[in-house]
């Protein structure tokens, strides 16, 4: 096999490299792997989590991790001091303190972690209130991953005693699909299981591929009790979990490293979803370059939020229509109603027909409803289908797709169901993000079960949430220097470009009729905006820039109307591909979602015996983000394979295309 060529010479960075890799001068979380026995696991004490618990390859369980979460869900995150670790052949012991403070929690841990020989590992926290403070949930929680246990029976322990016989749902349960638990045991391999046993407080389990999560999460404190619940100063929390392996465990023999493979089945295909983006409600209106940019990624829709209980709407709405005419592209309008619905969609009618903008579909929430009932979507029908007689009526979330999950749509008065998807309910590094990927096209499976066969529509993607549908009270006020809650970083970064690259092919897999991604410029956008970012030190862009992200979705753009084929890799948390085909021609892109390169193999036949290689990487970014219309246009390097196979490595976080040559 050839390897690929030397990267290009191309423009350092004038950013710090770790901002360019994801968007943030934070030190990834460490990573500390221990072995307790025949299992590992890995330690981040950042986080305070222990995550991977592993037989060989085989995940056992997914994390388990102290919480401390306030009124409104927000997770106080810990620092962590005095961390005391010893390791020994097959056991470990740690010790340290973990502090959760923000400007109404304060909470202090210790927390002690101990690894056996026989496999037993053990997690104790033990905890105090420092102030009194309104809290929604405070203890351990244990993820069992979805790749290994959807579908699967395990053994049930409640509270009392009792022993029941249960199954892990393999469609994504709306509900909790255990409650009372004191101990869950699944099989690992044939002969061999493992038990969780959780003590201090009473666990119940959700299905967190709900919010996009890989994973079952078992929780203490059940959610039927109120909540939120005062902590007064000095309350004490202890808990404990313990994994036990039970039955024989195999000898697991260490495999050599080998290059990530790449495979391609080229007999199952998936069409590729038009892709539109959001207006952007809080950058400047759009300017004839930065609409030019976005319509060359062919941009299919403008999705635009008129919230009709609002004095703005109307200049919302026309600031839509001018935009979405200066990109020659339909609106997707999404329509927010309160109860005055009738007088406001009367007046919604009167001003779509002065402005007349061209409409996809419109999606159609209410104010008070975290999922759309019957009434809302025949109200918006009757007063729209006069001006646009075949437009597609939706109902469903304006938040998660677990609202959809709960409250099912009404199939008899929608002719399509959305939802929206970002990663970052429950965890924030960047592991957890890339964990989230195969579930957006679970999300869509599972729809697809109670939503027969009406489009599904996710709308929008974002890194962050863009509110907080479950907050029980006022949200603080960031400090001045802080992004706002609904903005990241990673925007900007190579890491964004691989991740937006996993998110629309899961989706496509999964058959999502349309998907917004993100705003059309600004910090939650394709690019940043002609003013600037209002908080350089903290996002770091600057006027006119187009993110990575930018270019992975120009490269699909280009393929718009064709299809994906079937594409896997061997290891996914590391390097997510997918391969485009339109007529004749193949494109395969690739993204390294991890902090060290990493070396891959393509087999020939997947994408032709010629290609053209283009690296998007800490090399090239800067002149695909300051001269994109230039960086576009460049082809890149003709190669070669050796004995039916490429070999390219991808730098740390980076991105790379290979189109096939013909001829």
Sequence with gaps: MSSSPEPASGTLSPLPLRVLYDGSTRVPPRQITLRAG??????????????????????????????????????????VSDL?????DESFS?????????????????????????????????GKAL???????????????VEYLAGQPVRIETVDGAIQQGRLPAAISPHQPFF?????????????????????????????????????????????????????????????????????APAIESSAASAIAIAVDAARAFPLPPIGACMA???????????????????????????????????????????????RVPLELAVHLSNQAEQELASLAASLERVRPAVVRCLVFHRDEKSTTTRWVELTRAALRPLYANLPIGSGSNAYFTEVNRGRPPLDSSDLV?????????????????????????????????????PLVVSPVSFKPRFNPNATGATSADASNDLPDSVDSRQLSLFGAGWTLGSIK?????????????????????????????????????????FPLYHVLADWGEYSGGEMLSCTSSAPLLVQAAILRKGSQLRLLMANLSPIAQAVTVPAAAVGTHVRLKRLDEFTAMDAMRHPEAWRVITGARMEPENGSYLVTLLPYSALRLDGVNG
């Design 281 to 327: 409600p809080d950058a400047p209106p759009l300017t004839e370059a930065e609409a030019n940019r976005l319509r060359s990624a062919a941009l299919a829709h403008l999705r635009a939020d008129v919230k009709l209980f609002e004095v703005s709407w109307d200049a919302v709405l026309a600031r839509a229509a001018q935009e979405s005419a200066m990109l």
């Design 38 to 79: 025949p299992l590992t696991l890995l330690f981040e004490p950042d986080l305070a989590q222990i995550r991977h618990i592993r037989l060989g390859s085989h995940e056992v369980l997914r994390a388990v991790y102290g919480a401390v979460r306030d009124r409104n869900w927000n997770t106080v995150l810990p620092q």
């Design 131 to 145: 102030n009194t403070f309104l809290r929604n949930r405070i203890g351990f929680c244990i993820l069992h991953p």
């Design 506 to 546: 899961h989706l496509a897999a999964g058959g999502a009729a349309a998907i917004t991604m993100y705003e059309t410029t600004g910090w939650r956008g394709w690019m940043e905006s002609a003013a600037g970012s209002p908080l350089p030190a903290r996002f770091a862009s600057q006027p006119g820039w187009a």
């Design 84 to 88: 005391v670790i010893t390791t020994r």
């Design 418 to 454: 959305a939802w929206s998807v970002n990663p970052q309910v429950h965890a924030f590094d960047n592991l957890s993000l890339v964990e989230t990927l195969p579930m957006h096209q679970e999300t869509l499976t599972s729809a697809r079960g109670f939503c027969g066969d009406l």
């Design 180 to 248: 009372n638990l004191r101990a869950i045991n699944h099989m690992v391999l044939p002969g061999l299981s493992a038990e969780v046993r959780m003590e201090g407080d009473t666990f119940e389990m959700e299905d967190q591929r709900n919010w996009t999560d890989a994973s079952y999460k078992t929780y203490s404190t059940p959610l039927g009790l109120p909540f939120p619940v005062e902590v007064a100063s000095g309350t004490e929390v202890e808990q404990t979990v313990t994994i036990s392996l039970m039955g024989e």
């Design 94 to 126: 740690v010790r340290f303190v973990a502090e959760c403070r923000n400007a109404a929690v304060h909470f202090v841990w210790q927390g002690e972690l101990e690894g056996e020989a026989n496999g037993l590992i053990r997690y104790r926290f033990r």
